[in-house]
């Protein structure tokens, strides 16, 4: 198979830095001399890179997910995964990464967030607009790999 890749831009998040960005020039012209001021301006413009996208690949064992420019790129093999589900995002769900009731949810932006649920009962919540696409193109790969899963546990003789 080949892979596949959706992304989700993060319009939200980089208006919300971008704002923040400018009252911390501001501030700069002010206090030119304060390091602190420095260091944050670069934190806020990295924040602004790494969550201007978030990207989903599929790939013909595995799923594997990043922010912009490849940032904390994470992959999850199908194996270990036991249900793929869509549901819809909340409005207080945010951005970024964080731990949740529901599992650790990866967002930049989305109505939508795909439900991968694992053997260990970890679960991790990927928001995009395309969860439901993704989730028709991962079903089938996930069940054939459970099949061979079956299929190999039991030696036929």
């Known amino acids: 198979m080949e892979s596949k890749r959706w992304t989700q831009v993060g319009y939200m998040p980089v208006a919300i830095l971008v704002i923040v960005l400018i009252l911390f020039c501001r501030l700069l012209i002010d206090h030119r001399t304060d390091p602190v001021l420095w260091v944050a301006i670069g934190a806020i413009v990295l924040l602004i890179v790494a969550l201007s996208s978030m990207t989903i690949e599929l ?3 595995a799923i594997v997910w990043w922010f912009g420019g490849r940032i904390l790129r994470r992959t999850l093999s199908f194996d270990r995964i036991t249900e793929v589900s869509v549901r819809e995002t ?3 769900a945010g951005f970024g990464i964080r ?3 529901s599992g650790t949810l990866w967002a930049v932006g989305g109505s939508q967030m795909l439900e ?3 053997a ?4 991790i919540l990927l928001g995009s607009s395309h ?3 993704i989730c028709a193109e991962m079903r089938p790969l996930c069940e054939a790999l459970a099949s ?3 299929d190999n546990a039991f030696p036929t003789i």
């Not at 260990?120 to 679960?123: A, K, M, P, Q, V």
């Open 116 to 118: 991968l649920s694992q």
């Open 59 to 61: 790939r013909s064992d």
């Open 99 to 101: 731990m949740s009731s």
């Open 131 to 133: 969860a439901s696409a």
């Open 148 to 150: 061979n899963a079956r």
């Open 120 to 123: 260990s009962g970890r679960t």
């Open 90 to 92: 909340p409005i207080v």
